[in-house]
């Protein structure tokens, strides 16, 4: 996160209260719970044993902060090495991103730091990121990555940092109001313009778009 930012304008909602639209990625190994954050946060709903993403999916969620509503496009990422190379077309212009990893698994770390870096060298310059370790609900017998390890990383990169698990839902609406909050507070990042254009959806099996 750096970088001036500038007071991105939507339109006014009702009660004159503003909207703005924030473009927000999700990235991380596959399996490590993206798809499950986003319908945990915009459905509520978790699924055990949840079919992988293709492409990638969408979905939007408001949050309302301070006389400012935000309204999250949440573009959810495979995690697949294949799909890769489709990356760049959702992160350029992303004025936000959440970088998943589990806390059961040292490798979705190893690429968490990778997505990290990838982002501080491609993204939006004023992107504002998160980490957050989810499956914390199986911290007592299963975790690998310690909270600490996060933490340092996120504070390595100037990231925002949380555990969360989309199973039990701890979290989950934190990772969201706190981007809120900061760009309540530094104001909302200027999308790029090149960025993220055209991208066309289909279904996979009715549960998710892809590209
Ligand atoms: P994605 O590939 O990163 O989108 O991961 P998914 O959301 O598809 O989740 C992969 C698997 O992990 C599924 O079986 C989920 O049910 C499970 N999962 C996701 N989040 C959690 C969590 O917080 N706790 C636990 N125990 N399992 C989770």
Redesign the pocket.
């Known amino acids: 996160m750096s970088g001036a930012r500038t007071n991105g304008s939507g339109p006014p909602a009702q009660g004159g209260v503003k909207v703005q639209n924030v473009k927000l990625v999700l990235l ?1 190994d ?7 954050i986003a319908l945990r946060f915009v459905r509520g709903e978790f ?4 079919e ?2 293709v492409g990638a999916a969408f979905l939007t969620q408001v949050v309302n902060i301070s006389q400012q509503s935000i309204k999250f496009d949440i573009w ?1 990422t495979a ?1 697949q090495e294949r799909y890769h190379s489709l990356a760049p077309m959702y992160y350029r212009g992303a004025q936000a991103a959440v970088v ?1 990893y589990d806390i059961t698994s040292q490798k979705s770390f190893t690429r968490a730091v990778s997505w990290i870096k990838e982002l501080k060298q491609q993204a939006n310059s004023q992107i504002v990121i998160l980490l957050t370790g ?2 914390a ?2 911290a007592a017998d299963h975790r690998k990555v310690s909270k600490d390890e996060g933490q340092r990383l996120a504070e390595e990169n100037n990231l925002i940092f949380t555990e969360c ?3 039990t839902g701890m979290s989950v609406g934190e990772i969201f109001m706190s981007i809120a909050q900061t760009m309540a507070r530094h104001g909302v990042p200027s999308p790029e313009k090149d960025a993220g254009k055209s991208v066309k959806l289909e279904k996979d099996s009715g549960k998710k778009g892809c590209c």
């Open positions: 991380g596959q399996g490590v719970g993206k798809s499950s699924t055990e044993n949840s992988a993403t959810d995690g998943v989810n499956k609900d199986r698990s989309a199973k």
